[in-house]
């Protein structure tokens, strides 16, 4: 049977609980609320703390503001074709964005920012024994000490489709399964796999290299060959407002860049220049 999110059992670290928020705070938004001039944005929730330092820097250098909400791109995608007023979102894949133009609710296809990286990690407490191949985990099934094991959703979470491409490719998926919990989004299922309350999970890489997750919890990262590549595309929304364009500029710029780059995501071949 797969877990779903149980707040009695699981514990979270306090940074994280923000980004559960920011999904559940979209059920009151409305293009009123919204300044014109501090544009909401879409973003995937595994790239919450290098987006965040990003509209830091482009705040710093342009004076203007973003106003950022993470979470599954998945349920994204429903919120926007339910009218929810964003102007920009950066998804954690491509196929979401795709779901939006071919819906006519971006101004084109957009492109590719980053390209995301995965994560096999544990707390430090944990018996499981990390490695690239998987190894540590096949033993600990194979003697009988799998309890529970996070991943994001795959139904609707980039990152999770990609562990279980992982886990299916090394033979684990059957198995794993009945073990799994899942988070609603790659942050949540961070959390999870470093909680205490499971044993391991697989993850975002730009995640597993937060301080946070550093101090309570150890990583490998998975080799690009076991799942499909993880292109995470961006795109402008019809309504997009300059500072919107701006900012989707200045996410392909090489001062964004250098910070994708710092968390672990692997770089697309173009770049802009520095937006003033």
């Given at each position: 049977m797969i877990?779903?999110?149980?707040?009695?059992?699981?514990k979270?670290?306090?940074?994280?609980?923000?980004?559960?928020?920011?999904?559940?705070?979209?059920?009151?938004?409305?293009?009123?609320?919204?300044a014109?001039?501090?544009?909401?944005?879409a973003?995937?929730?595994n790239?919450q703390?290098?987006v965040?330092?990003i509209?830091t820097?482009f705040q710093?250098?342009?004076?203007?503001?973003?106003?950022?909400?993470?979470?599954?791109?998945?349920?994204?995608?429903t919120?926007i074709k339910?009218?929810?007023p964003?102007e920009?979102?950066l998804?954690?894949d491509?196929?979401?964005?795709?779901?939006?133009h071919?819906?006519?609710l971006t101004?084109?296809?957009?492109?590719?920012?980053?390209?995301g990286?995965l994560a096999l990690?544990?707390?430090k407490?944990s018996p499981?024994?990390?490695?690239?191949?998987?190894?540590?985990?096949?033993?600990?099934i194979?003697?009988?000490?799998?309890?529970?094991?996070?991943?994001?959703?795959?139904d609707?979470?980039?990152y999770?489709?990609?562990?279980?491409?992982v886990l299916?490719?090394?033979?684990?998926?059957?198995?794993?399964?009945?073990?799994?919990i899942?988070?609603e989004?790659?942050?949540?299922?961070?959390?999870f796999?470093?909680?205490g309350s499971?044993?391991?999970?697989?993850?975002?890489?730009?995640?597993?290299?937060?301080?946070?997750?550093?101090?309570?919890?150890?990583?490998v990262v998975?080799p690009?060959?076991?799942?499909?590549?993880?292109?995470?595309?961006?795109?402008?929304?019809p309504?997009a407002?300059?500072?919107?364009?701006?900012?989707?500029?200045y996410?392909?710029?090489?001062d964004?860049?250098?910070?994708?780059?710092?968390?672990?995501?692997?770089?697309?071949v173009?770049v802009?220049?520095k937006?003033d």
């Amino acid at each position: 049977m797969i877990h779903f999110f149980n707040r009695l059992s699981l514990k979270f670290y306090t940074g994280g609980i923000s980004a559960l928020l920011a999904i559940i705070s979209l059920i009151g938004f409305s293009s009123a609320s919204i300044a014109s001039d501090t544009p909401a944005i879409a973003a995937a929730a595994n790239i919450q703390f290098a987006v965040a330092e990003i509209a830091t820097r482009f705040q710093q250098q342009t004076g203007l503001s973003v106003r950022l909400s993470y979470g599954s791109s998945g349920n994204f995608v429903t919120q926007i074709k339910h009218g929810a007023p964003f102007e920009l979102m950066l998804s954690a894949d491509e196929d979401y964005i795709d779901i939006l133009h071919q819906a006519g609710l971006t101004q084109n296809k957009g492109i590719i920012y980053a390209i995301g990286r995965l994560a096999l990690a544990a707390p430090k407490s944990s018996p499981l024994i990390l490695d690239p191949e998987l190894v540590g985990l096949t033993q600990l099934i194979n003697d009988g000490k799998l309890s529970r094991f996070a991943i994001a959703n795959p139904d609707h979470a980039p990152y999770g489709e990609r562990a279980r491409e992982v886990l299916k490719a090394k033979g684990l998926w059957d198995a794993v399964q009945p073990k799994l919990i899942l988070g609603e989004n790659a942050s949540q299922a961070a959390q999870f796999t470093i909680s205490g309350s499971t044993q391991g999970g697989i993850v975002p890489l730009s995640l597993a290299l937060t301080p946070e997750f550093i101090k309570r919890g150890n990583y490998v990262v998975i080799p690009d060959a076991l799942y499909q590549p993880i292109n995470q595309r961006m795109a402008l929304m019809p309504n997009a407002s300059e500072t919107a364009e701006r900012f989707y500029q200045y996410m392909q710029s090489p001062d964004a860049q250098e910070v994708l780059s710092q968390f672990g995501f692997n770089l697309p071949v173009h770049v802009v220049s520095k937006v003033d």
